[in-house]
């Protein structure tokens, strides 16, 4: 009986202290957005390693690449998450940046637009098509306006709307 508290009380330990260490999506999406891209990656990475069928773990790899502009990674990625099934918001919106990297963009818009209709309630597959779009290609700007104003009253409630917003007018010299 002593034995099993101590190796109960062993792995409850264990498990504590891998608690404290263990890093989630969300910290590697805010080093992202503090630009601290191997850190990011390094997180990421590691998240892949324990649910490798995770679209949208290996989706979030290849935008920390392209964000850095390191292309051929970032299209490694998105071409391995855009090949996942089940479809998945992630594996679709992968599938179009992989379109879109190989200059594919009615292959890109129909992904986006598939990735979209999964939950046309939820702005974040929206935004995230759109934000990628513009970064991707300037060509697709009319694809993206209009994607907004077909989505705008659930759009308008986010930053990233207005974020996308203004690298639309950046990117039109405005």
């Not at 702005?123 to 694809?143: L, N």
């Amino acid at each position: 009986m002593k034995n099993y508290r101590m190796i109960t009380m062993g792995c409850a330990m264990i498990l504590a202290v891998s608690a404290i260490n263990a890093q989630t999506l969300a910290d590697a999406k805010r080093l992202l957005s503090e630009e601290q891209y191997t850190k990011a990656v390094a997180i990421t990475k590691a998240l892949c390693k324990t649910d490798p069928a995770n679209a949208e773990y290996v989706y979030f790899l290849g935008k920390i690449y392209f964000e850095n502009n390191i292309n051929d990674s970032a299209a490694h990625f998105f071409g391995q998450a855009g090949k996942m099934t089940p479809e998945t918001q992630f594996s679709l919106l992968a599938a179009g940046r992989s379109s879109l990297m190989s200059k594919n963009k009615e292959g890109a818009k129909e992904a986006f637009e598939k990735a979209i209709g999964l939950n046309k309630k939820n702005p974040d597959a929206v935004i995230e098509a759109c934000d990628a779009a513009v970064k991707h290609d300037t060509a697709m700007i009319s694809w993206v306006k209009a994607t907004f104003v077909k989505y705008e009253k659930i759009c308008k409630k986010s930053a990233g709307y207005y974020l996308v917003q203004g690298d639309i007018s950046q990117s039109q010299g405005n």
